[in-house]
Each structure stands twice: as C-alpha cells, then as structure tokens.
C-alpha cells in the first residue's frame, strides 16, 4: 500500500499514497495540516494545489466522477456529491468523530467518511500524523507527519503529557512536515487569514514551551479540549464510526495552498476550488471507483507537476476502494432530503 515511484528526473511523479487504515477492533485511537509530495525527495516546504491550479487561476474547478466500470455505482453517488458539497462548503467543525455512528451496524464501514479522506489527498492533502507510510509501528502512527531526519530514524517521545501528536512531543533531528498555527499550535483552532503570516512549518515558529506541531488526532482533541473531533486527513478508519465534516485543520490546510504560490492571502496567486459533480463518465480531474487490484482498503493515487521550487499542482487522482468491506452506503443528502431520482449521470449542480 506505501507503494511510490518517484522520478524526479522529469519533474513529474507518482505516487501510491496509502489511503486509510482500517483497524476493524473496537475503537481506539487512531490518529494545519501536511501537504501530498512534501518530504525529504521532493521537498520539505511542498505546497500542494490541486488539478487545474498552474498559478494564475482566481476560480479552479475540478471535476468530480465515478467509473463507469466501478460496482456500486448507484450506491455510492449521494455520499460522493455530500462529499462535494462538504468540501465546496469549507465549513471547520469540532465534535465531527460520531462513535458510534447512529447509521452503521457494528463492523460496517462508512463509505461517505472514508471517500471524503480520500478526495482530500485528491486535492492534495496528506496525512497530519506519521500513518503506515511512515513504517512505524501502529502505536506510533499518530505522531505528527515528520521526515526521519539525518539519522534515517524517526525520534518517539510523547513528552511529559503522555499524549502522542500533542505540542510537547520530542523528536529529535526528525523534521516537521506539518503546517500549524503559530499563535497557539491549535489544530482544532483556524486563523485569519490562513497564509505564511499565520501559519509555519518550521518549529522555530512554535509558540513558547512548544516542542513540535500538534496534529488533528483524537486524543490530542480531547487534551485541547476539542471533545470527539479528528482531522479528516488523520489516517486510520474504524468501523462504527463516523466523520463526515471537515475540521479546522483540514480547513485551515486547504486555506492555506490557497493563498498561492507567495503563500500570502490577499495577492493576485489567490485562488478558489470548486469540486464539480459530472457524474458517472471515464473522464474526470478526481475518478472514483472500486477495483480491489488497487487497494485493499482505499486509496487516492496522484501524480503531479512541480509549479515553481516548493509548488506541486497535482495532473491526476484517482480514488480506488475495495469490495471486501462492508460499507455503508449513505442515502441522505447533506442537505437532510434524500436522493431519490435515480443516478443523474451528468448533472452538474454543484451540491
Ligand atoms: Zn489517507
């Protein structure tokens, strides 16, 4: 699943992100935000933007798609436009984790939560904690995205507060990859605007007593006071759960690929992204579809192009999920109507 190839050579990659984990136990942890390419390879400070951004777009539309050789064709529309419609919306919660979920039975998977992680790598989100591609050992997934540093080996220390991912964390030469707030390190916090004014990478722009970024987890939540909320773009998926809005991370991580190419809000580089419904069709800027070859679970699998030394625009995404799970299938519209008039193949009402 942590498959990559990378050949930097031509300027344009590809990558096999691992999509969600899935842990089928019982609840238990799981693990602004981390950008699609960012590391030791392609670049530290890699701002990812998504399909159809080159740097001079004020208004970026980005096609949205299910295969028409996809099984679940009709189940899967109405989670896939709420996921259009939470990701047009923008709109930072916290409580989003619901456990357990009012709609799914017990070892059921929701379909809706994991495509709306999958489309954010689509628009060029990665993972805020270490997660599998990392190669750490489970327990150790949710620290925050780092590189290994010069000693080729991540540093684990949770700090005095016990709490893996949290601002006290020690880690060594290992270095940051995680974009945070500056004022207070808060995920579960956004600030205005979100830009390189308000929001850093390198740690030296922690607040004071602050030891590494914190990321969106759970139980970071809980000690900042967030109660059940978990970015979007945290990696591990549980059965029984829930988590169908974004949250201030995952907002404030998208915000800020926004602000352009200077990274400052305000300039002419601005730019907005609507996700665009064109239904079911073999061409598309994000395809969906199920296709166990790909994955055993889910993935996004982007390539991309750099658009200036510390830019990458993505060229291509596409979200595969596996059959073997017993998804859950919402039928309810965002907008609390149900969808009942069939699959609209080519509607392109933006919801
Ligand atoms: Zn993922």
Known sequence: MNASRI???TATFWIALCGLTLWTAAPEPAAAGAFVFAGETNGIDLITHPTNYTGTETDVTVSVCVDPASANLVEMETSVRNVIFTYN???ATQGNLIIPSPDLDGDAVDFESTALHE?????GLAHPNAATESGLPGALFNYTKATNGADDAFNTDPGTDAVIGSGDDVRGDDVNLH??????NDPFTIDDPVDSTTYARDTAMLPGGDTFAANGDRDVAVLLGAGSTEAVMQQGAFSDEEQRELTHDDVASLLYARSGLDSLAGTADDYGVTLEWVGVTAACDVKLSFDNTQTGFAVCQTGGDFLSGDDVGITSAN???NTG??????SERNDGSIFEDGFESGDTSNW
């Open 7 to 9: 050949d930097t050579g």
């Open 89 to 91: 919306a923008m709109v």
């Open 119 to 123: 489309a954010g790598h689509c628009i």
């Open 179 to 184: 974009w945070f707030r500056t004022s207070n």
């Open 319 to 321: 979200v595969f999920f």
């Open 325 to 330: 799970f017993n998804w859950f299938f919402n």
